[in-house]
C-alpha cells in the first residue's frame, strides 16, 4: 500500500521542480504590477522619532556633569580609559623615533629573528618619511589601549566559552550580532554616552576588536585534547592548575591568533573612529575623502597598511612559535577553520600556513644579545636625536598623487564612465525603483517566503520582524536603496569568488599565486579600499559596489576553494573512474558536496560588503551610509544616524539569518529523500 502512493504521489502531480518557485514568482509580480506606488514609505527626514534622540542627545550634554549615571558610572569609565590612552602616548612620544625604532626592532628581533626586525624597523621609519609620525604615535597608542582592554575582557571570556557550553550558547548570539554590525553602528551610542574625543574612539576600537578575542580563545581552549585534561584531572590537579599547566600551554599558539586578529580589527576601526573625534591617521584619510583628494589620503593609508603588516607579523611569528608537528597541528586547526571564517576573521587561514612552514626554531644567544643591543642603541639615542621625525627627511607626495590620480580618471574616463553608467542605469535604477515604489507589505511577504524556503520557519520570522522595525524605525526607502548596493555588489562577489576559487581549487601552482595575495588583501584595513575606487570613478554609488567588492571577494574566494578541496578524494576518483568528465566532476561533485561552504561564503560576502557599502556613504553611496555620517557631522541630524545605524544592523541581522540558515539546512535532493 505505501509502495503504490510512493509511486503514484509523483505520477499524479507531473509537476517540474522549478514549477511552484516559478509560480510564486508569477504571483509576486503581478501584485507588484496592481499594487505598485501603493503603501510605499518615503523617507521623511524631520521624523518625530529622529528629532525625539536629537532632543535626548542635547538633554544628556546638558546634564552629563549632574546625572548619577553619568557622573559615578560612566565618565569614570571615561576617564580611565582617557588616562590610560594619555599614558601610552606619553610614553611613545617619550621614546621618540630613535627609542621606538630601537624598541620595536628588538621585539620584533625576539618574536622572529632578524627578517621581522629588519621588517619592522624599515616600516617605523617609513611612517616618519610618510611626514605622519605624530599621527601613527596617536594610532598606535589607541590600538595599544583599545588591544589592550579588548584581550584583558575577551580572553577570560573565551576561556570561560571555552570550557563551557551553557556561556558558549549563551554569548554565541551576542558575538553574532556584534559581527554583523557595520562599524558605523557603534559610534552613535558611543558617541551619546561617552561623548566624543580618544576615551570614546577607544571604546568603540575595543567593542568592535573583541568578538575575535573572544571566539578564537574559546575554540582553542575547547581544542585542547581531553586525554592532557584527563591526565592532569588522574594525576590530582585542580581546575585553577589545570587551567595553566594545560590549557594555556597548549592552547597557546592560537591564542597568538587571537591577539593578531584583535590587533587587525582594531586597525580597521581607528579610521571611522575619526568621526567621533578619535585622534590618528584617521583624520587624514577623513579630510582627503571630504576634499576627494587621494594624495592626501593615500600617505594615511600606506601607513595604516604598513602598521597592520608589522603588527601581524610580530604576532604570527610568535604563534609559530607554539605550533606543534604539523600532524597534530592540522587536525586540531581544522574545526577552527569553519567556524573561525564565519565571522570573518582569518585565523584558520594563518594557522594552516604556519603548518606549512613547522615549527619555529628558538632564539639562540647571538639574537637575544643582537635585539639587545638593537633596543639598547635606540634607547641610548633618545638624548642626543629629537624625539620627533626631522622634517627634512619627509617625502611630501600629496601633488605627484593627485597628478597621477587626475590622468588616471582623464585617460581611462571613457571606460570608467561606461562601466559606472552601464551598472548604475541598467541595474542599480531599475532594482531600487522596484524596491522602492514596491508595497512594504509586499516586499515583507517576499521576504518571509524567500527566508522559509532557504533557511526554514524560524530565520524567516527573524528576518521579517527586522524587516517591520526597518519600517516602523522610519529607514525603510533609505533601507530599500542600501539592500539595492548590497544585493549588487554580493552578486558580482559571489562570481568573481566562485570563478577564483573553483581555480585554485583545481590548479595548486594558480593557488600557490593567488594565495599570498588573499593574505596580503585580508590584511589591510576597509578603509584603503576606497582608495583605488575613489580614484578610478570619483564620489558615486559605484565606487562604494567596487569597493565592496574587492573588499569582500577574498574571504569568498578563500572558503570556496577550502570547500572544494575538502570533498573526500575517494568520491572525486570515484565519480573520475565512472567516467565524469572535467566539468561534470565539478557541477555534479564538488559544488553539491562543498554547498555548506560556497553558502558560508555568500553569508561572509553579504557581511563584509553590507560593512563597506555603509563606509561608502563618505564617497557617494547615500541611503543609511550618508544618513550615519551626516548624524555625526551635522549636530542636528543626530537622531537621523543614530536610527540609520540601527536600521543598518537590522538589515544586516535579516540577511544574516537568511544565509546561516541556508547553511545548517541539508540540501533540497536532502530533504527530498528524507
Wanted: aromatic share 8%; charged share 15%.
Amino acid at each position: 500500500m505505501s509502495t503504490t502512493t510512493a509511486v503514484s504521489t509523483p505520477s499524479r502531480l507531473g509537476l517540474p521542480r522549478w514549477a511552484a518557485p516559478a509560480g510564486v514568482a508569477v504571483l509576486f509580480a503581478v501584485a507588484y504590477v496592481v499594487f505598485r506606488g501603493t503603501g510605499t514609505l518615503p523617507h521623511d527626514k524631520e521624523a518625530p522619532q529622529f528629532l525625539a534622540i536629537t532632543d535626548l542627545r542635547e538633554w544628556i550634554d546638558d546634564h552629563r556633569n549632574d546625572n548619577p549615571l553619568f557622573l559615578y558610572f560612566l565618565n569614570y569609565i571615561r576617564l580611565f580609559v582617557g588616562e590610560l590612552y594619555g599614558l601610552f602616548q606619553a610614553v611613545l612620544h617619550a621614546l621618540g623615533w630613535p627609542g621606538l625604532t630601537g624598541v620595536m626592532g628588538a621585539l620584533a628581533w625576539l618574536a622572529g629573528g632578524w627578517r621581522i626586525a629588519l621588517l619592522v624597523v624599515s616600516g617605523v621609519s617609513a611612517l616618519g618619511f610618510l611626514g605622519l609620525w605624530q599621527s601613527s604615535i596617536d594610532t598606535l597608542a589607541l590600538v595599544g589601549v583599545a588591544v589592550l582592554l579588548s584581550l584583558a575582557i575577551g580572553i577570560p571570556v573565551g576561556v570561560w566559552a571555552g570550557r563551557s557550553d551553557r556561556v558558549r550558547r549563551a554569548i554565541t548570539p551576542v558575538l553574532d550580532v556584534m559581527q554583523i554590525m557595520p562599524t558605523f553602528a557603534y559610534l552613535a551610542p558611543l558617541a551619546l554616552f561617552f561623548h566624543i574625543g580618544a576615551p570614546a574612539g577607544v571604546i568603540a576600537t575595543m567593542i568592535y576588536a573583541i568578538p575575535p578575542a573572544i571566539r578564537i580563545t574559546a575554540l582553542a581552549i575547547s581544542e585542547v585534547s581531553p586525554t592532557a585534561v584527563e591526565a592532569s584531572s588522574s594525576l590530582g590537579a585542580t581546575r585553577r592548575q589545570t587551567l595553566f599547566k594545560v590549557y594555556l600551554p597548549l592552547a597557546r599558539s592560537t591564542m597568538a591568533l587571537a591577539v593578531n586578529q584583535t590587533i587587525m580589527m582594531a586597525l580597521s576601526m581607528v579610521v571611522i573612529a575619526n568621526l567621533i573625534s578619535a585622534p590618528g591617521l584617521g583624520s587624514e584619510i577623513i579630510r582627503g575623502l571630504s576634499r576627494a583628494q587621494v594624495g592626501i589620503m593615500l600617505p594615511a593609508g600606506v601607513a595604516i597598511v604598513i602598521m597592520a603588516v608589522m603588527l601581524d607579523r610580530m604576532m604570527m611569528a610568535i604563534a609559530r612559535k607554539g605550533v606543534p608537528s604539523p600532524g597534530g597541528a592540522a587536525g586540531a586547526e581544522r574545526p577552527e577553520r569553519g567556524k573561525a571564517a564565519a565571522y570573518g576573521d582569518r585565523a584558520a587561514s594563518r594557522s594552516e600556513a604556519m603548518n606549512r612552514r613547522g615549527p619555529h626554531t628558538k632564539l639562540g644567544r647571538v639574537d637575544l644579545a643582537a635585539a639587545g643591543v638593537l633596543g639598547a642603541a635606540g634607547l641610548a639615542l633618545i638624548p642626543v636625536l629629537p624625539r620627533q621625525w626631522p622634517e627634512s627627511w619627509t617625502v611630501n607626495l600629496v601633488a605627484e598623487v593627485n597628478d597621477a590620480v587626475r590622468w588616471a580618471e582623464t585617460t581611462w574616463y571613457p571606460v570608467t564612465t561606461f562601466i559606472k553608467d552601464l551598472v548604475t542605469i541598467n541595474v542599480l535604477n531599475r532594482l531600487e525603483s522596484l524596491l522602492v515604489s514596491a508595497p512594504w507589505w509586499l516586499v515583507a511577504l517576499a521576504v518571509l517566503v524567500v527566508a522559509w524556503r532557504v533557511s526554514g520557519v524560524r530565520p524567516a520570522l527573524i528576518a521579517v520582524g527586522c524587516l517591520l522595525a526597518i519600517a516602523l524605525l522610519g529607514t525603510w526607502e533609505h533601507a530599500m536603496q542600501t539592500m539595492t548596493t548590497v544585493a549588487v555588489a554580493v552578486l558580482v562577489t559571489l562570481v568573481i569568488g566562485l570563478l577564483l576559487g573553483v581555480a585554485a581549487a583545481r590548479s595548486p601552482r594558480y593557488s600557490a599565486v593567488q594565495r599570498p595575495l588573499l593574505d596580503a588583501a585580508q590584511t589591510m584595513p576597509a578603509f584603503v579600499y576606497l582608495l583605488p575606487a575613489l580614484a578610478l570613478f570619483e564620489t558615486t554609488r559605484f565606487t562604494a559596489i567596487f569597493a565592496s567588492i574587492i573588499y569582500a571577494v577574498p574571504p569568498v574566494v578563500r572558503l570556496v576553494e577550502d570547500g572544494i578541496k575538502a570533498v573526500p578524494t575517494e568520491v572525486v576518483e570515484a565519480a573520475t573512474a565512472a567516467g565524469s568528465t572535467p566539468g561534470q566532476l565539478l557541477w555534479k561533485v564538488q559544488l553539491p558536496m562543498a554547498r555548506q561552504a560556497i553558502l558560508l561564503a555568500a553569508n561572509q560576502g553579504i557581511v563584509m560588503t553590507l560593512a563597506m557599502v555603509v563606509v561608502g556613504g563618505l564617497v557617494g553611496a547615500g541611503a543609511l551610509g550618508y544618513d550615519v555620517v551626516l548624524g555625526f557631522s551635522q549636530r542636528t541630524d543626530f537622531g537621523l544616524g543614530f536610527v540609520a545605524g540601527i536600521a543598518t544592523v537590522l538589515l544586516g541581522v535579516m540577511l544574516d539569518r537568511i544565509t546561516q540558515g541556508a547553511d545548517r539546512r541539508p540540501s533540497p535532493r536532502k530533504r527530498k529523500l528524507t
